[in-house]
C-alpha cells in the first residue's frame, strides 16, 4: 500500500484542526461467522458508523479504518474521518482465520498514521485497535502479539480483543495488556453503542489524559 494512500487532505487540515482519534476494527469474517453472526456485525457496524456521524465531536475527531480477516485479509474502510464515511462495509464470511497477518497489517496501518500526524502536526489521541473473533488464529501469531502487547503495554495503543461465542480468550487475551472481554451471545449492536460512546469521550477530552469509559456491563458476559 503506497504513502498516498495514507496521506491526510490538505484541506481537511485546514478546515478540520481537531485532534484526531485513529480507531482501527480488526473482525473475524472466517466461514464461522457465517448466516447470523455476520449479519449482526454488518448491523452493528452500519449504526456505529451512524452514532459517530451524529456526534458533533466525535465525527470530526474519529477516524475510523475496518480490516477483515477471512479468506483473505481485506481493508474494507482505509482510515477515515467518521463525518465524510459514505459507504458502509458490507462483510462477507467465508474461510480461516489469518489473525496474526491481520493484526500485524492493523499496525503498521497505525503506525503510518500516526507518523502522518506528526508530519502534518496534527494532535492525536492514543488509537484503538480492536480486535473482535469467534475462534482462534490459524496463522502464526506470536509475533503480532509482540507487537501489539508492547504496544499497549507502553500506552502508544488502547488494545481491545473482543471473543465471539466460543472464542479462544486465552489467546486473544495475549494481543493486550487486560483481558479478552467476552461478548454475550451476539450483543454487537450492545458493544458498538458502548465503542461509540467511548469515542464520543475520547473526543471530548484532551490529548494525554485520562478518561473514564462507559461500563461494559450492557454487552460483556461477565
Known sequence: MNETE????SNDLIENPTPRCACVLVLDTSSSMDGEP??????ALAQFIDELKADDFASYAIELCVITFGSEIREQLPFTPAYQVD?????????ATPMG?????????L?????????????YYQPWLVLMSDGAPTDDWHQAVEQLRGLAESKKV?????????????????FSNRPAKPLAGLKFREFFVWLSQSMARVSQSTP???????ATSGWDSI
Not at 101 to 109: D, L
Not at 208 to 214: F, Q, S
Open 6 to 9: 495514507f496521506a491526510i487532505d
Open 38 to 43: 455476520i449479519r449482526e456485525l454488518n448491523a
Open 87 to 95: 459507504v458502509n462495509p458490507k462483510l462477507t464470511a467465508n474461510g
Open 101 to 109: 497477518e491481520a493484526v500485524r497489517r492493523a499496525v503498521r496501518m
Open 111 to 123: 503506525g503510518d498514521r500516526k507518523g502522518e500526524y506528526k508530519r502534518q502536526g496534527v494532535s
Open 158 to 174: 488502547v488494545s481491545l480483543p473482543v471473543g465471539i461465542g466460543d472464542a479462544d480468550l486465552r489467546v486473544l487475551g495475549e
Open 208 to 214: 494525554g489524559t485520562a478518561i473514564k469509559l462507559p
